[in-house]
Each structure stands twice: as structure tokens, then as C-alpha cells.
């Protein structure tokens, strides 16, 4: 499959209805995708569950690789916005909040995941079809970083070392959609498990003892 530059959302919609018109079309074509699979996806598909003409779906979208990548670009923000409500209201990090810590943040990430069938197909047919998902992925890792960085500071309060921290968490939480991809639950909750052990010893080293 090759590579294409998807084009941005044609039309920003600036009235509700036009944005719920979008809502729609990725709510589509993420139900569509889980079940057919990304190379079966059409914008006939989508234009038609939609109620609408291709024409019209063209004002928005100018081809399904635009619609792709909008449907990956709200994945990265309902993860961030996951994680910014992870960490709202965390308290410090002590040897006594650390375990709880760990234990609601690996929850609402698995969740996140687990609410999302078609994530992985998504970000995979993304990584041979679209040439704009390296830099997609390089700015919300980027901004994945600051956010739990700014956290992380209020603990540390040495803003270099918190960023070090949150870079090595943003490896840690991206090796762990990873390798939770697969439709085996019983092996996604032991790596889940796993993945917890790790956090819980790596962010112990920065306790005070």
C-alpha cells in the first residue's frame, strides 16, 4: 500500500451541525474500519452509512485517507485527554500514593484501549497510508511529554529531571499499546501487570527515601 498526503479537513465547520456532521463521519468510518478492515473502506461506504453523497462528504473530507488520519487525530486527543484526567487531580507522588498512582493510570489506559476496537487497525493502515503519521506521532508525543512533565515538576521540582521522567513514561505507555494489540485479553492484562511493575519500580527510584 502506498503512501498518500491526505489533505486536511476541507471545510472547518464552525455551526454545531457541521461539526456533529464530522463527529459522525469518523464515528462511520472507526465502526467501518473494525469491520472491514481498511482496505475495504470506501467513501461510498461511508457517505452512504451516513445518509449523505459523496459530494457531500467531499466538503469535508477530500478522500478517506483525510478521513484516516482525523480519526487518528482524535484518538491522540482522547489520550491525552485520558491522561489529563489521570493526573488533574493526582496527589504528590509519596511511597504511599505511588501504587495508586500507577494502579488508575494503567486502568484508565487500558480502558481507553479497550473502548477503542479499531485503534490499532486505524494507526495501522495510518503507518502505510499516510505519509503525514510520523509527524502526527512526533507532536503528540511531544505534547504527551509536557503534559505529564508539568506533573511531574509539581513532585520533583526539578523541571529537567520531571521531563526525563516523562519522556521514559511516554516509552513505557507506547511499548504498552504495543504489545497490548492483540485480541487476547488474558495476555494484554498479564503485559498490563507487567507493565505496572515497571512503573511501580522505575518511579520508586525518585522517592526520597
Same mark, same amino acid.
Not at 472547518?12 to 481498511?38: F, H, K, M, N, S
Not at 477530500?62 to 484516516?68: T, W
Not at 489506559?109 to 476496537?117: A, W
Given at each position: 500500500?502506498?503512501?498518500?498526503?491526505?489533505?486536511?479537513?476541507?471545510?472547518?465547520?464552525?455551526?454545531?451541525?457541521?461539526?456533529?456532521?464530522?463527529?459522525?463521519?469518523?464515528?462511520?468510518?472507526?465502526?467501518?474500519?473494525?469491520?472491514?478492515?481498511?482496505?475495504?473502506?470506501?467513501? #461510498?461506504?461511508?457517505?452512504?452509512? !451516513?445518509?449523505?453523497?459523496?459530494?457531500?462528504?467531499?466538503?469535508?473530507?477530500? &478522500?478517506?485517507?483525510?478521513?484516516?488520519?482525523?480519526?487518528?487525530?482524535?484518538?491522540?486527543?482522547?489520550?491525552?485527554?485520558?491522561?489529563?484526567?489521570?493526573?488533574?487531580?493526582?496527589?504528590?507522588?509519596?511511597?504511599?500514593?505511588?501504587?495508586?498512582?500507577?494502579?488508575?493510570?494503567?486502568?484508565?489506559?487500558?480502558?481507553?484501549?479497550?473502548?477503542?476496537?479499531?485503534?490499532?487497525?486505524?494507526?495501522?493502515?495510518?503507518? $502505510?497510508? $499516510?505519509? &503525514?503519521?510520523?509527524?502526527?506521532?512526533?507532536? #503528540?508525543?511531544?505534547?504527551?511529554?509536557?503534559?505529564?512533565? !508539568?506533573?511531574?515538576?509539581?513532585?520533583?521540582? #526539578?523541571?529537567?529531571? !520531571?521531563?526525563?521522567?516523562?519522556?521514559?513514561?511516554?516509552?513505557?505507555?507506547?511499548?504498552?499499546?504495543?504489545?497490548?494489540?492483540?485480541?487476547?485479553?488474558?495476555? &494484554?492484562?498479564?503485559?498490563?501487570?507487567?507493565?505496572?511493575?515497571?512503573?511501580?519500580?522505575?518511579? $520508586?527510584?525518585?522517592?526520597?527515601?
Amino acid at each position: 500500500m502506498s503512501q498518500e498526503q491526505g489533505e486536511k479537513v476541507r471545510r472547518v465547520p464552525r455551526q454545531a451541525r457541521g461539526r456533529a456532521r464530522v463527529e459522525q463521519i469518523l464515528d462511520i468510518t472507526e465502526r467501518l474500519l473494525a469491520e472491514r478492515g481498511y482496505d475495504a473502506l470506501t467513501t #461510498n461506504a461511508v457517505a452512504a452509512e !451516513a445518509g449523505i453523497s459523496v459530494g457531500a462528504l467531499y466538503h469535508f473530507f477530500p &478522500n478517506k485517507v483525510a478521513i484516516l488520519e482525523a480519526l487518528v487525530a482524535r484518538y491522540y486527543a482522547q489520550l491525552l485527554g485520558v491522561l489529563e484526567g489521570v493526573h488533574g487531580d493526582t496527589p504528590a507522588l509519596t511511597a504511599e500514593t505511588l501504587e495508586g498512582y500507577v494502579k488508575t493510570l494503567l486502568t484508565a489506559l487500558s480502558g481507553f484501549v479497550e473502548g477503542s476496537p479499531s485503534l490499532t487497525p486505524a494507526f495501522l493502515a495510518a503507518a $502505510s497510508a $499516510s505519509s &503525514n503519521l510520523a509527524a502526527m506521532d512526533e507532536a #503528540n508525543k511531544a505534547e504527551m511529554v509536557s503534559l505529564l512533565a !508539568a506533573r511531574y515538576e509539581v513532585w520533583t521540582q #526539578n523541571a529537567a529531571t !520531571a521531563r526525563r521522567i516523562a519522556r521514559m513514561i511516554a516509552a513505557v505507555l507506547d511499548m504498552l499499546f504495543i504489545e497490548t494489540a492483540e485480541d487476547d485479553r488474558a495476555a &494484554n492484562e498479564a503485559f498490563v501487570e507487567e507493565t505496572g511493575r515497571v512503573l511501580y519500580a522505575y518511579l $520508586s527510584s525518585y522517592l526520597a527515601p
